[in-house]
């Protein structure tokens, strides 16, 4: 199964559920799926973010 109709099939299962607990888990996995959505950055979008003294401090530790 490829893309839509694993997600058809994913909610004809989901409407099946009738236990809260497992529906309140399926909820979780969908919300966190949700934050997790983040692009690839290269490294160098990460240059200059932190002042020298901010490096140096984490170099100490």
């Known amino acids: ?3 839509e109709a694993k997600k058809l099939h994913l909610i ?9 607990a497992v529906l309140a888990a399926v909820e979780t ?3 966190k799926s949700k934050l997790h959505v983040i692009g690839r950055k290269s490294f160098t979008s990460f240059a ?7 490096a140096d401090e984490l170099e100490k530790q």
Do not use: C, Q
């Open 1 to 3: 199964m490829f893309g």
């Open 12 to 20: 004809e299962e989901i409407l099946k559920i009738e236990n809260d």
């Open 29 to 31: 996995v969908i919300a």
């Open 48 to 54: 200059g973010m932190w002042t020298k003294e901010e």
